[in-house]
T-cell receptor
Framework: GDSVTQMEGPVTLSEEAFLTINCTYT??????LFWYVQYPGEGLQLLLK?????DKGSNKGFEATYRKETTSFHLEKGSVQVSDSAVYFC????????????FGAGTTVTVRA | EAQVTQNPRYLITVTGKKLTVTCSQN?????MSWYRQDPGLGLRQIYY???????DKGDVPEGYKVSRKEKRNFPLILESPSPNQTSLYFC?????????????FGNGTRLTVT
């Protein structure tokens, strides 16, 4: 079945550091890919998405590119802030199963001032 | 304000005592779903509903029930809670346009079963 694998955390960074969170997927066909973010004490919210190969999703300084050849959707941000401290989830929905979103395990990111 | 509202935020109960976690959304969304979040496992889907009176099992439905009598409400029922149901629970909703439309999440319910 469809699945997502994220790099394990926790990740601790200093402000203005570069952030990368790796995400790879297994799916039949061409899934749509997402990053959701969960701030402390809140539910998840959509950060960005990409629906076809080579698409780049971007939002709030974060970017991720849908790489079909490596089945990856790594999240990056060039200069993190303390307010980026959160749990980040990679997720996908398969073309054959459009109603279900499959999530990775989540990566906890802490940014120190 | 568009939102998904879950209640209660925190709940401590004992094994076997029936409980209900409520979920309500004000966005007229057709699709609603319940997830549980456990460390190292991410979010796993418990049940979902494509519309009123239409519900189906997710990946981990054992020990849970749901109902969808009205479009806005989707309660999660634990008839006989057990300690392995201690978890953080999220309700979510979206339009019927497919899973590529964003899910809107509630703020979660932290359940402890002793």
């Amino acid at each position: 079945g469809d699945s997502v694998t994220q790099m394990e955390g926790p990740v601790t960074l200093s402000e203005e550091a570069f952030l990368t969170i790796n995400c790879t997927y297994t799916a039949t066909g061409y899934p749509s890919l997402f990053w959701y973010v969960q701030y402390p004490g809140e539910g998840l919210q959509l950060l960005l998405k990409a629906t076809k190969a080579d698409d780049k999703g971007s939002n709030k300084g974060f970017e991720a590119t849908y790489r079909k050849e490596t089945t990856s959707f790594h999240l990056e941000k060039g200069s993190v802030q303390v307010s980026d401290s959160a749990v980040y989830f990679c997720a996908l929905t398969g073309r054959s199963n459009d109603y279900k979103l499959s999530f990775g395990a989540g990566t906890t990111v802490t940014v120190r001032a | 304000e568009a939102q998904v509202t879950q209640n209660p935020r925190y709940l401590i109960t004992v094994t076997g005592k029936k409980l209900t976690v409520t979920c309500s959304q004000n966005m007229n969304h057709e699709y609603m779903s319940w997830y549980r979040q456990d460390p190292g496992l991410g979010l796993r889907q418990i049940y979902y509903s494509m519309n009123v009176e239409v519900t189906d099992k997710g990946d981990v439905p054992e020990g849970y029930k749901v109902s969808r009598k009205e479009k806005r409400n989707f309660p999660l029922i634990l008839e006989s809670p057990s300690p392995n149901q201690t978890s953080l629970y999220f309700c979510a909703s979206r339009t019927a346009q497919g899973a590529r439309s964003p899910l809107h999440f509630g703020n979660g319910t932290r359940l402890t079963v002793t």
